[in-house]
């Protein structure tokens, strides 16, 4: 054995007696991300492609809006919530029926839910993104005419524009009482099953909606709003909604 | 340069001084390891940075510049850990059109080594987040979800240890109440625990029974709560815990410019983080371990 051997050996037994390890000192901070980095070309190559793709298909011009549209523009109603809840309605009502050989009797969709105007000018895949980026889908939900009553109820004290398909026509009087509401033009039957195509947060009680339950039956579409409306405005040269009598508060 | 020569000497002197206190008191001696961890939460899909035109965040984030970064880090010290405390998913159309697939990927390649899940990675389903798994290089700790009966049964582990330069560092994931806040169609029969009891028993058997050096919880159970402050948080596992040195956080968004010093159910010091969203910040907290005999981590001093 060499000295070299034996302080090897007193080494070794050295990390064995002292095989403890505590923590002495923590330092911690956080680093801004900015522009001072330097970008990694690896990264930054290999996400280029699809930046590329996204940007080429969002930016596809898929309708017109002969003016600019917010959700701020109408009282009970507005034009852009008026042709959200009827591109629901219209879009949704094929599958459903196709599924069930029922039909929706009309949409319900929040105020809060429209995310954003559609400018005047080219309606591209990124104006539907910009109006509805959450992935919302369609839940169809059958429910008594009571709970209809319940939803009237409550669209007359939210005093909210909360879109709806034009099927329905409320109409409130100047004390912001229900004075009317009829589907198809009928009155609301207490006894009959209503088909209401609305998105899983509202279902799920969303806003404080609670009339969706209990309720006879969910038919969930795998049909995305946006997605929804991508499609439906694809089908038209101009988007032209416009706000009319569908949900009415009555002056005198 | 010079600043690299500065951070040299400034370990050096902290050697030094660790040695001279052992010397006296053990007469062993010591080496410093230093393990660096590195984090982020909430990236929410920000994968380009904010352009100029930006009302809050002008020109901040991007994961090129993230992984530059961390690239630059792991070369300081190659004994470095990567963690994401979830809602990878959702916020910009690269989540919408391509559903996690780039997320995953590029924390690939930026070698994250373990991230936990948020709400918004149910965000297509928990059958959405199944399909990304392929992509994720990386592992998922989750303690207090419950994936036996969904499609991500094995691919989610409570808890991953990993060693680096003979530091054994425990991680455990935390996950937020699902109920409420995520459509029960998304997370299908994930059964969420409470995270308080799972995460003391986590400590318990990181420390304990697997003798980690070091215990991270990895969460995305939200900071605190002000206006709720009973609601289980960060804050309250770090003081109902013990034997946790980190929680990394999430959810909540909370901007810290600086680690929280919080103290635990037995009067230690455990450091709370979370570094807002986006991935406009990156953490970084380092430890540095002493091996020696009879020397507590009581003594830990703590620079933030």
Known sequence: MTIKHILKLCLLLLIFSCASTHISKIEGKRIDINDSLATSQTIEDFISPYRTHINKNMDSIISYAPKTYSKMDGDLNTAIGNLMADAVFSESNPVFNKRTQKNIDFTLLNHGGIRSIISKGDVTIRSAFGVMPFENSVVVVAIKGTQVNEMMEYLSKAKRAHPISHQLQLTLDKNSAVSSAKVHGEPIDVNRTYYIATNDYLYNGGDGMTFFRPNEGKYVLNYKIRDVLIDNFKKKDTLNPKIDQRFIKLED | ?304
């Not at chain 2, 590195?38 to 965040?57: A, K, M, Q």
């Not at chain 2, 419950?146 to 990993?162: A, E, G, L, R, W």
């Not at chain 2, 400590?203 to 159970?221: A, F, P, T």
């Not at chain 2, 009067?267 to 983080?273: D, F, Q, Y």
Request: hydrophobic share 35%.
């Open chain 2, 1 to 304: 340069m010079k600043r690299r020569h500065f951070i040299q000497k400034s370990t050096a002197a902290t050697v030094l001084a660790s040695v001279g206190g052992l010397g006296l008191q053990s007469f062993s001696p010591a080496k410093t390891k230093k393990i660096t961890i590195l984090h982020t939460n909430d990236v929410h899909s920000h994968i380009d940075p904010f352009g100029p035109e930006d009302g809050r965040n002008a020109n901040k984030g991007g994961v090129a510049r993230r992984a530059s970064l961390i690239e630059s880090i792991r070369q300081e010290n190659p004994n470095t850990l990567l963690l994401d405390a979830g809602d990878i998913f959702q916020g910009t159309p690269y989540f919408n059109y391509y559903g996690g697939e780039l997320e995953f990927k590029l924390m690939s390649m930026l070698k994250y080594d373990v991230a936990t899940i948020g709400n918004h990675d149910f965000d297509n389903g928990i059958d959405g987040l199944y399909a990304q798994i392929p992509h994720a290089k990386f592992e998922f700790v989750s303690a207090n979800y419950d994936f036996s009966n969904t499609v991500m049964d094995t691919h989610v582990n409570p808890y991953k240890i990993i060693v680096r330069d003979g530091i054994k560092i425990g991680i455990f994931g935390l996950g937020i109440q699902l109920d409420g806040l995520v459509n029960k169609d998304m997370y299908k029969e994930t059964v969420y625990h409470d995270p308080i009891e799972i995460a003391q028993d986590m400590s318990r058997i990181l420390k304990e029974e697997q003798s980690c050096d070091l215990v991270i919880c990895l969460s995305h159970i939200g900071y605190y709560y002000k206006n709720n402050p009973d609601k289980v948080s960060d804050i309250n596992v770090a003081r109902a815990t013990k034997d946790i040195d980190l929680i990394i956080g999430g959810h909540t968004h909370t901007f810290l410019p600086k680690p929280t010093i919080e103290k635990n159910s037995i009067g230690k010091n455990v450091l709370v983080n979370q570094v807002g969203c986006f991935g406009l910040y990156l953490g970084k907290v380092d430890f540095y371990f002493e091996s020696g005999k009879g020397v507590s981590a009581e003594g830990a001093s703590i620079i933030v």
